[in-house]
């Protein structure tokens, strides 16, 4: 079984466990909860393992972590106290990292591995909804410090026989993410970067749907979208792994007056 690959947004801050005695999340957060809390059940056959991309980390080339995560990394700021306490205590997957590690390896790329770093909010945030139970393990790939998007694709084409064999492929991000534009008069023009962006990811042609994902930021409103490349990488990633899968856009939703999507591979 093969399974596919995802692009999912991971919210912002601990947006979802903003109430210290568990209750809901702010009404404007609960699609993306949902959406998150519905993805294993969504897949075809439940992962052994996930390898997760998160716009957080950026190493001078890539870098596999073969540690367990913890402690974790609350790498946010200003939030209420309690959400400095949040757990997802997953296993590591260290044969997956090295597994990763040798693919990568053997198409060319630079690979780094690191043990002690704690999973950043982009993996545990989107992952306490996903996978409540914490009980699929994980291993988390860093981007490159250049952010070039073709090198990300191809590290995501490397790392693809990893779906035949029981890993989850997982870019979390954000499609849009300027965090100096935000409210309502933001989201015409991020409605037409976002449509934008979709129409690139699932082009059903795999060769021009890279060439137009590698060229990002040519699309209207790519800079203001993304005035850094961080939080869009990790769907390059994501596309890769995805070859020349059908692509969807999964989710879309407006937050903050943000027009924000998450997209499958396969």
Not at 197 to 219: F, G, H, I, K, Y
Not at 223 to 244: I, K, S
Request: charged share 20%.
């Amino acid at each position: 079984m093969t399974l596919p690959t995802l692009f999912i947004p991971h919210g912002g801050g601990p947006c979802f466990f903003m109430d210290p005695h568990g209750g809901p999340a702010d009404p404007m957060w609960q699609p993306m909860q949902a959406y998150l809390a519905g993805l294993i059940a969504s897949l075809p056959e439940r992962p052994r393992a996930i390898l997760m991309v998160s716009g957080h980390w950026e190493t001078a080339g890539v870098t596999v972590h073969v540690g367990d995560g913890k402690p974790l990394l609350f790498d946010y700021h200003g939030f209420p106290p309690h959400t400095y306490q949040l757990r997802w205590d997953a296993p590591g997957a260290p044969d997956v990292a090295r597994r990763a590690a040798a693919l990568l390896a053997a198409a060319g790329h630079e690979v780094g591995e690191e043990a002690n770093r704690g999973w950043d909010h982009g993996v545990f945030i989107p992952m306490m909804v996903a996978v409540p139970e914490a009980d699929i393990p994980l291993v988390q790939l860093s981007l490159r410090a250049d952010l070039d998007p073709a090198a990300h694709l191809a590290i995501g084409a490397a790392l693809a026989p990893l779906r035949d064999e029981g890993v989850l492929i997982v870019g979390s991000g954000m499609s849009f993410h300027n965090l100096r534009a935000r409210g309502p008069q933001v989201t015409p023009v991020a409605a037409e970067w976002d449509d934008a962006l979709a129409a690139a990811v699932t082009d059903p042609d795999p060769d021009r749907r890279a060439a137009r994902l590698a060229d990002w930021a040519s699309l209207p409103h790519a800079r203001f979208a993304h005035p850094e490349a961080e939080h869009l990488l990790p769907l390059m990633v994501t596309v890769g792994a995805g070859g020349g899968d059908r692509a969807v856009r999964d989710y879309r939703d407006t937050v903050m007056g943000w027009v924000v999507s998450g997209f499958r591979l396969g």
